[in-house]
């Protein structure tokens, strides 16, 4: 089996900065692209970055020069670094894998993790 464990969340004033991960463990033969998305209470969840395996990334337009995706395939982990933060941020933040296993590729989510802004 496959799982998607997220850390990182949690409160922080308007202006500052957190650091989400995202470690993927199991039967994995190899991870396409991982992708940030958040749920804002009474919202549509919306897709906030993605990443490829070689590293191209695609931003929401919302997020562009405040949140950076990276990741570290040897660890098969993804990362969001969130800056200058604003209450509008906050919602609950998924990570998303398209994990390669048996030669089939499957789609994986996290259990998400609270992100809250305060003003």
């Known amino acids: 089996q496959v799982q998607l464990v997220e850390s990182g969340g949690g409160l922080v004033q308007a202006g500052g900065s957190l650091r989400l991960s995202c470690a993927a463990s199991g039967s994995i033969d190899s991870i396409n692209a991982m992708a940030w998305y958040r749920q804002a209470p009474g919202k549509q969840r919306e897709l906030v970055a993605t990443?490829?395996?070689?590293?191209?990334?695609v931003y929401a337009d919302s997020m562009k020069g405040r949140f950076t995706i990276s990741r570290d395939n040897a660890k098969n982990t993804v990362y969001l670094q969130m800056n200058s933060l604003e209450p509008g941020d906050t919602a609950v933040y998924y990570c998303?894998?398209?994990?390669?296993?048996?030669?089939?590729?499957?789609?994986?989510w996290g259990q998400g993790t609270q992100v809250t802004v305060s003003s």
């Open positions: 990443i490829t395996s070689g590293g191209s990334t």
């Open positions: 998303h894998a398209e994990i390669v296993r048996l030669g089939y590729t499957y789609s994986y």
